[in-house]
């Protein structure tokens, strides 16, 4: 079932440019492991993730440190929608500020650490550990940073903590929290230490990093990177599949940014949903393949094909996918058949539906996807010469007219299914004008070619046989 389904023969014949383009990946055979960066252990969270999704690079990374092999450097980041901060944190962030904290009863008399720095100007680097019991602020330990300190400095401040507390909460960035914030600030920090206190921090000497890697369907983009941090990824290969031994299992999960999300696309993830995708050289006319769903409340999965020419976006599909235990097929038809032809195809999926305004998204809404395939449109040599037939009525019930030029020939039609399938040949016309009758198709959605009887394009469209 995984292999790709082609034009059929005859249509091949007709069409010696087609060259059409298999769905990279369409059974979901093919997984690596990528190594997206490295985090500091010890630490609630990072703004690498955050940041991920914007740049393909993390803002916190590993560098030559004052003491031992590394110490840590906040990079400050510019992305398409907004100017990202690096940090280092400890605890959860929210509206209401840092809550939950690591577990902590030390009671030092003073926080040091070392430091260098390039503030950019109208901009300030933070430290900040707060000291709680019970939830309850006991103190907090604020150290800005402007300027520039092209060398390790060591820094101390007093904690003025006469009380024991239970738990600790941290952020350490390379910008103001609130706006504005400089693309460009960095600051690097080294060797934080409790001075006084039986407790350190976990890795405060930056010498332990933990790889961040993720197992992803080759020739895909996912959305896993979102959900790093509270977890579990949303892509993930499933041994439950239809053909072959794996599938896609596309899962509806809570992302770092508080949201959820399920979704995977051949393209990437733009400002105003997919974008991208493979590129094509004829237009496509259907993509099917077989799904199982598993919604949470009454949710749907969506899948969706749009296609783009210079960027452009030309025609787009998308269609729900209800409940189903058992794999079911699937099939999104397009109806742009013109030259100049199509460049580029984006397909994609989701878990929920995210595109109706009353929409219902379930959090771990589960969908499998398996045995993708693609067609194309009939093409020609002379295809950009050919003309749009009239048809007649279009939709037709009882029969439909096709119309057109005809200059003392004798031609022929051929009509094709969505999938290439050659359903009716039409022969000796010797006018410009041939009738469909309802006895003739099924219901759907079918292609013609017309050529001469020497085999030159003539024309070419589309009826709906209602």
Known sequence: MKNIYILAFAALLFCPKANAQNIANSGFENWSNTTLYEDPSGYSMTTNAWIYSGLGQGNVT?????????????????????????????????????????????????????????????DTAFFVVMFKQNGIPLGMVVKTFTGTQTNYARFSIPTNLFTTPDSI???????????????????????????????QLPNPDFETWTPISLEEPDDW??????????????ATKSTSSYAGTYALRLETVQTTFGDTMGFITNGYLGNNGPEGGMAVNANPMTVSGYYKYFPVGPDTALAGITTYRNGEKVDSVIINLNASSNYLPFSMTLGE????????????????NIREEDNYIGLGSVLYIDALTITYFP????????????VYP????????????????????????VTGKIIM??????????RISKEDLSP??????????????IAQGRLVKE
């Open 62 to 122: 590993k560098v030559s440190g004052y003491h031992g092999s590394y110490g840590a450097k906040l990079t400050t980041y510019a992305t398409q929608n907004d100017t990202m901060f690096a940090g280092l944190i400890i605890g959860s962030p929210g509206n209401g500020g840092i809550a939950g904290g690591l577990p902590f009863t030390g009671t030092p008399d003073s926080i040091s650490a070392y430091v260098k720095y390039s503030i950019q100007p109208n």
């Open 169 to 199: 909460v941290a952020i350490i960035s390379s910008s103001r929290l609130d706006s504005p914030r400089m693309p460009g600030s960095t600051m690097t920090i080294d060797s934080i230490t409790m001075i006084g206190s039986n407790q």
């Open 221 to 234: 983009f996912t959305v896993n990177f979102f959900s790093m941090q509270p977890g579990p990824y949303s």
């Open 337 to 352: 058949n013109s030259y100049p032809y199509v460049d580029t195809a984006n397909i994609a999926f989701a878990s929920s």
């Open 379 to 390: 093409t020609g040599v002379e295809e950009n010469m050919l003309a749009e037939a009239k």
């Open 394 to 417: 279009n939709p037709f019930r009882d029969y439909a007219e096709i119309i057109f030029n005809n200059i003392n020939r004798t031609c022929n039609l051929t009509l094709y299914d």
């Open 425 to 434: 040949n039409k022969g000796n016309i010797s006018s410009g004008k041939v």
């Open 444 to 457: 759907g959605i079918y292609f013609f070619r017309i050529v001469d009887d020497k085999g030159n394009p």
